[in-house]
Every structure is written in structure tokens, then in C-alpha cells.
């Protein structure tokens, strides 16, 4: 069983930036390897459903944002180490949320669509 962990929410003042790491460890029942999946960031706020962010391929040629965020935050992977970043930047209030980092067989925004998550870390912007 793959477990993710994910680090680095806080409180922040608008304009500011935090880095979120999410840690992968254990083993797919399937033998793939963290590499292997797609790694999304997604967001949500009480009382709505999860949203995507950003994606990143297995092998971080590719990713993909959310037009909220293009341009402030940026997504990295360090296969080595199993461990996928989000690098936020100009945080605005509304980016206050529970960030949750997910693993899909699958290129895909969809929530639905990823089989492992983690527990989730606050980020919380302030004016």
C-alpha cells in the first residue's frame, strides 16, 4: 500500500510563499513504482468538492495548472527521493485551503480517477 504524506501548510500573508512537499512510501499492490504515476495537487475548502491544482507526469516532463493558479505556483518531483513540491507564490486569500497530494495510474484531473492520497495540509492566507 502506497501512503502519501503531505508537509509544509501554515499561515501566510498574501504575497507571500510556502513550499509543499509530499512524501511517498510504501508499495503499490500493483509493483509500480512511484514513477510510474501521475502526481496531483488538489484543493478544498469546507463545504466544497476537491478541485484540482496541478499535475505533474511520472517522469516531470510534463505538468499541468489550473488557470487560478498558472504562472504562481509551480510543481516538481524528485523520483529519487519519492517526494513531489508545490512551490506557491503571490498566495492570495483564496488560496486558503487543505492541500491534498494524490497518485493516479492515470493523466488526469479528476479526483476520481487517483487511487492513493494523503491526509492533507492547511494553508491559510491572510489580507
Known amino acids: 500500500q502506497v501512503q502519501l504524506v503531505e508537509s509544509g501548510g501554515g499561515l501566510v500573508q498574501a504575497g507571500g510563499s510556502l513550499r509543499l512537499s509530499c512524501a511517498a512510501s510504501g508499495r503499490a499492490e500493483s509493483g509500480r513504482t512511484f514513477s510510474s504515476y501521475t502526481m496531483g495537487w488538489f484543493r478544498q475548502v469546507p463545504g466544497k468538492d476537491r478541485e484540482y491544482v496541478a499535475l505533474?507526469?511520472?517522469?516531470?516532463?510534463?505538468?499541468y495548472y489550473d488557470d487560478s493558479v498558472k504562472g504562481r505556483f509551480t510543481v516538481s518531483r524528485d523520483n529519487a527521493k519519492n517526494i513531489v513540491y508545490l512551490q506557491m507564490n503571490s498566495l492570495k486569500p483564496e488560496d486558503t485551503a487543505v492541500y491534498y497530494c494524490?497518485?493516479?495510474?492515470?493523466?488526469?484531473?479528476?479526483?476520481?480517477?487517483?487511487?492513493?492520497w494523503g491526509q492533507g495540509t492547511q494553508v491559510t492566507v491572510s489580507l
Open positions: 494524490g497518485a493516479s495510474w492515470l493523466w488526469s484531473i479528476y479526483g476520481s480517477n487517483y487511487d492513493y
Open positions: 505533474i507526469s511520472g517522469n516531470g516532463d510534463n505538468s
